[in-house]
């Protein structure tokens, strides 16, 4: 159950990160700062979107069109960014110029990926090491 917690909030810091640095890249992608409570929605809804998504388009590309499989995580991306731009009160706006629409799922991809990697060695690497050693 710690495992479970653990990686979710990783997932959540992930999604946090990816979301900021294509604020901080893109000129037509915000995230509003001034509304706490908006942020946080918005990274939320973002990262569980996206934790829903890609499983279900992994499955329904596999049927259908295997070819498609290796790029579901930019797609999900996309549609988790759209439905979370779409909602009203959530603290991100994706508008001009076009290309950010583009560029927007591909630096969230990338970034959210780097940090899925990189955050458990970072921060919890001692303590899932101590967990696991607890365990035995």
Request: aromatic share 10%; charged share 10%; no cysteine.
């Amino acid at each position: 159950m710690v495992m479970f917690f653990v990686r979710a909030l990783i997932f959540l810091g992930s999604a946090a990160i990816g979301l900021v640095v294509a604020s901080l890249m893109l000129p037509g992608f915000h995230l509003d700062w001034r509304s706490p409570l908006g942020f946080i929605l918005a990274i939320v809804v973002f990262a569980v979107l996206q934790s829903v998504l890609t499983p279900w388009m992994s499955s329904v590309a596999q049927r259908n069109a295997p070819v498609l499989v290796g790029g579901i995580g930019i797609v999900s991306s996309f549609a988790a960014l759209v439905v979370v731009a779409l909602i009203p009160g959530v603290g991100l706006s994706i508008g001009e110029p076009l290309w950010t629409w583009l560029a927007a799922p591909v630096i969230v991809w990338i970034v959210t990926a780097l940090a899925t990697v990189l955050l458990p060695m970072l921060f919890v690497k001692k303590e899932i090491e101590e967990h696991r050693a607890d365990k035995r």
